[in-house]
């Protein structure tokens, strides 16, 4: 198996460098029948796009996609569907002065070690621009997944601040440059960053995504757990250093009977959790809870400090970095979160009903028939 | 793609159910005329063994591991290898009680809403038991990375309490129940789980995996990142809540300049890293500095402790568990976390060699050819 | 991918050597509550059984298969289905002579240049004791497909002796040693077979399979077609050179109007075809019409005739294989093919369910919704 | 896994409908500092392109590849390599006629069946304008597998005319518009091809496929053979019905000493098979002799001649297509088997070296180390 291409029956393939002429990926195992066109996938990379506030890369992109192949009259034909976006704002002389210095933090090295050669414009493969067609396939997955099911993420910590939880306002999300649900805490980080950012510096955050209505039973036992593939689609994303589910690593501290989600039944005979300390996901299946998902994000690599290295000629050097960059970079995480959690669940939807038949509803029957 | 399965090219099927005749796992993908025998296996099984102090579940089993297949005259032949342990202390009528009832916090009930059949004899498929064939792969991971490679696991926390790393002290980790690299630590927790097994308890815990020797280069950008196979491969190890790289969520409160990892120039033209904040990955490809991961484990579901929950027949109940369960299931985690480190390094490092030939040795030159 | 393994959804992997302790395989992503006992898969190892008429390799052994996981009170429960055979009859001796010589035809040189080591034990992993496990695999594959679906085998051709087809007749199959649907071939075939025996020499086989109700649908264009998928897994039985669907190389022979398979509408609403030259597959889906496949087996490697060859010392040397060979090793085939078929079809049946929903019934619907 | 990908490490993933906007693929896997351009790939696409001979579709396109990521500065770079090509000569309307009719022996009604809904311009995903793609894809597994092996492919039978084997001249093969190597019957062919496409109607063809040079050890046992591999690769390309390897269905007829590729020691330590009765590949695994491959191609289903078929409300209908399509789509498969068995090749090379460290040259040495 090649390492360009995420999930098994709902199959993501992306190709693309930061400064070539496009961007793209191809989306195998789309169910048929299924109404699609772009207007269904640009506002998701609309949120995700670049340039929108100074909290952001200057990059200025449209960011429009095309859907090239799988759709017909305005329906999936079961056929892959192809996606691209053209990259229209390269600057590559940005990054002429590190074609061959390697940033630390930065996986310019690494890919040097491994392939021996690497495209150096704009981080090549290694670019965050890559995630843009995450949030495509994401947006596909969300209409396999239906409306059922929601998904949302927000910026729950910025550097050492944390939301207050008191405060938590869904409808707050979208009102800030931050995707923060705590209207205080925005207007407090948009000071914080600002400094930062004039600092030439740049700062980690802790993304939220949460997923409410997934079907109980989604999921699998043993290895491609729902919690292991969403850990890996987590881990996956450009600079995240840590995933955690539920309590995640606060479970450490928990007594057993503290950390129980003790169940009761409804009178309509469905199961009621008292708590959700599972984060949704028990034995690796959904239990039809709200599956919750945290991850942290590193501080942006790329700086205008200056940082001790090397080049490839092996000279100590110190490197400052000039290119456009998010002095957070956890901000435009949030989308990309979100759609790995669509592509995971719309995964194992698909797997689930392979196997299992058609997913239940999300309401906790006692009976699985 | 199923989903018993772990791995690329060095890749482990594992079966067998808790109460079972027998577990098993099938290994296939080894590199041939690798000397192998049950002696290999045999004393890592014997770190996770239950029964070996009053801390972990009182089943008595020797876990005796079988060659079945893939190895001829003391050599891996390519074939696949088959291993298998018998099931000798299964006392399934401990279970009895249990068998239509949904224990809070286990994976009772979303076996059930996912197969709507489950095995409750001892947990079925989604016991821990399951973890002793990881542990065998993991044996034979090893074998494939050789010497240069050293991966070692030991518990930092229990419950609240930290190891103090100013006592962290590798010889230390064999000399307790506990793996615990900090002799004070181990005194104190044994104590502390004295009266939480007493109380018919359980608590969580925090396991630290490190690997040193790791070839720069190994791993792949985007998809199937060494960290994310990293965090797919602990957080799909039973009762896992969380996983991080390095610095984990503590990036996310850095300053891009803290956590940047330096490098300069060795003398013999080798280069060398001023920190490892990345935990020994970037990019998703290693760097050759020592690869660092944690993992929360969250405490033992099956407690004496009565909680509340439902049965199949959709009655509210009250729930105590009575079987020989871990009072710190994480303890046992220890060399199951080892053994998919050394599993997940195995895959790429077979990987590797598929795309870029033989791996490098971990003395980070600056060139790569 | 591992090279041991077959099928994406419905999942088999099998592992053992000829004259190890035991063959065994794993059985992932079969549905969960389908009835399955070891009553059900034994009738179909019994057919494949070796030394049931001298026609057969002479080695002797009851093949009883045991279910060691995954199956609980008689019902799937949804994980792995492990599945052994012991061996009981090796006589390794008669093998001692060719352990560093190879046999011409025999994928002895072929393990050695590839590993450098080989198990030559009655062949070890290139036995054709490993179709036991395919077998037995096709018997689980035949519950998921269930009584709509049958699927038959029969050798059509021996050596040169190819059946008549208008004295076809099924119940004929088992009622001869040759798995021959044609009475008066089937006693012609014995005497020659009964000469090349004596002669110490062997002879090749062509086999027919074909799957009757077989839902329209199942397939998928461009890779892993069904007809690919099919060719995949009869090319991949040992000692089968050739594979045919349909017409196969008949129809390179045939002009357009007098391949095209012609459709009519029934009163009823469903279609008919007027001809079946494309065996049941067009564009890599079915049609529903009956799948037929053919395919070749060369003789025998291991014969008694004394043919030129070289050893490991590089040396030339005559040989001769004194072991309990098939005179024919295309009768054995016959319910591996029929396996290999099932495997095919209830992993197809899997994977259409994934991205279309449940598969048709095989009634031609001219309305696919 | 999904369906529109092909291989396991060097992987390749099409997309693309005949009258969309373009077709594409993706090809993962590729080793990283291969020098590569459009100029390596063109050739091959030229080759295949259609409009160049009367007998071809007069559909007139450039078929101009571009590569648009994975190169830098005119090497490979690791990452994935996305080649698209743009159609520019669809004429949609000739297919409105078609749009809700099914083509007898088209893939028309199965994919009907199979999505409920299907493009139908130009047979939209069923089109062999997807073939484009794999011969690109070949182009650049040619250049994973050096100079020292070679791919060429013939076309050995037109309908029932096969060619006489002593006038088979390499030189002649890219002579003439039937890629025939025998230059008599490439001229009864051409008079025979000029009636048949005159008359409306269509016929198949045989191709043989022969690589030179390739390591002994490529291939694997069980699943995943060398041979099944090619099966699949070969049965999976449009129209194809029939694949053979070595002597193929000659082999069922043949006594085992006559099939016996005999063995003798050459002075400088290789060895000589005195015969290829098997192809080049033995229990899957490459024996260092060439590998030869034939397969069917029926009669293109597009025809002019009417035949009876049924449309979607369930009509009898009678239809002629009206397209441009090939009398003989088995001339243009000639580029297109010879890419996938580059293919083929080129993921074996890539897996042997993943397992068992760099292939061998194909001198056929007595000892592997």
């Known amino acids: 198996m090649s390492h360009n291409s ?11 460098e930061s400064h070539g002429p496009a961007i793209g990926c191809v989306i195998d195992g789309v169910p048929p029948r299924i109404a699609l066109s772009e207007a269904d996938i640009q506002p998701y990379l609309d949120r995700r796009r670049p340039g929108q506030s100074r909290f952001t890369t200057q990059r200025r ?13 305005g329906l999936t034909t079961g056929t892959p569907i192809a996606l691209t976006i053209e990259n229209t704002d390269q600057r590559s002389k940005d990054y002429a002065n590190i074609a061959d210095r390697f940033r630390p933090g930065h996986a310019d090295i690494t890919y040097y070690w491994k392939y021996g050669i690497r495209d150096p414009r704009g981080g090549g493969r290694s670019s965050a621009r890559e995630t843009a067609m995450r949030v495509a396939a994401g947006a596909v997955a969300r209409r396999i997944l239906g409306d059922a099911i929601t998904i949302r993420g927000a910026l729950v910590q910025m550097g050492s601040h944390r939301i207050d939880r008191s405060r938590y306002d869904d409808f707050e999300i979208d009102r800030n440059d931050f995707f923060c649900p705590d209207a205080v805490a925005a207007i407090q980080w948009e000071s914080e960053l600002d400094a930062i950012r004039k600092s030439g510096s740049s700062v980690g955050a802790v993304i939220e995504i949460v997923a409410v209505g997934v079907p109980p039973g989604l999921g699998a036992p043993v290895y491609a757990k729902l919690d292991a593939d969403l850990a890996a689609a987590m881990m996956g994303i450009n600079a995240v250093k840590a995933v955690e589910i539920g309590d995640g690593f606060a479970a450490a501290t928990l007594r057993g009977e503290d950390n129980a989600d003790e169940m009761r039944m409804n009178p309509d005979g469905t199961v009621r959790f008292l708590s959700n300390h599972a984060g949704g996901v028990l034995g690796g299946i959904a239990t039809g809870q709200p599956i919750i998902v945290r991850f942290a994000v590193k501080p942006t690599s790329s700086i205008l400090t200056e940082v001790a290295s090397v080049d490839a000629d092996g000279t100590d050097i110190k490197i400052q970095t000039k290119g456009r960059h998010d002095p957070c970079v956890g901000i435009r995480a949030v989308p990309v979160g979100e759609a790995m959690m669509a592509c995971v669940l719309a995964d194992h939807w698909l797997r689930h009903r392979a196997q299992c038949g058609e997913p239940m509803p999300a309401v906790l029957p006692i009976t699985k028939m």
């Open 61 to 73: 992109e449209p960011d429009t996609v095309k859907i090239l192949s799988g759709v017909y009259q």
């Open 6 to 16: 995420f999930g098994h029956l709902f199959r993501v393939t992306t190709w693309g």
